[in-house]
């Protein structure tokens, strides 16, 4: 467990799975849709990896039905990054280039992107 913050759009994942299996959860499920149910199916893809325990918890925290993962890089870099991995790893990992994770862990933003306020 790090003391790296989740972002808004990424904390109810880290609340309802705590931080490891968030981790896992969103590297295999970011920016794809999984279905969330009260009562899921053994052997589902999301029963396989979180287990049936979390993905109830998820879906009491989010709701049930279809949602659309996010990728949540930023927050995986930072993660990452206080686990010990240098930037060179956290870029493979993420298959994002090593300025894009310096950018990320400095904090520097695109100037052409719309800030959320």
């Known amino acids: 467990m790090t003391d790296v913050q989740p972002p808004a759009h990424v904390a109810p994942y880290v609340e309802a799975l705590g931080e ?25 893809d999301l029963c396989n990896l979180i287990g049936r325990d979390g993905v109830v918890a998820l879906a009491s925290q989010i709701g049930d039905g279809p949602l659309r993962i996010p990728t949540a890089k930023p927050y995986l870099a930072a993660v990452f990054e206080a686990r010990g991995k ?7 990992t993420l298959h994002v280039t090593d300025v894009t994770v310096r950018s990320w ?3 520097k933003t695109d100037p052409r992107q719309q800030q959320l306020i």
């Open 86 to 92: 240098n930037r060179q790893q956290i870029a493979r």
């Open 20 to 44: 490891t299996k968030a981790v896992e959860f969103l590297m295999e499920f970011g920016g794809g849709v999984a279905y969330l149910s009260g009562n899921p199916q053994p052997g589902s």
């Open 105 to 107: 862990l400095n904090g």
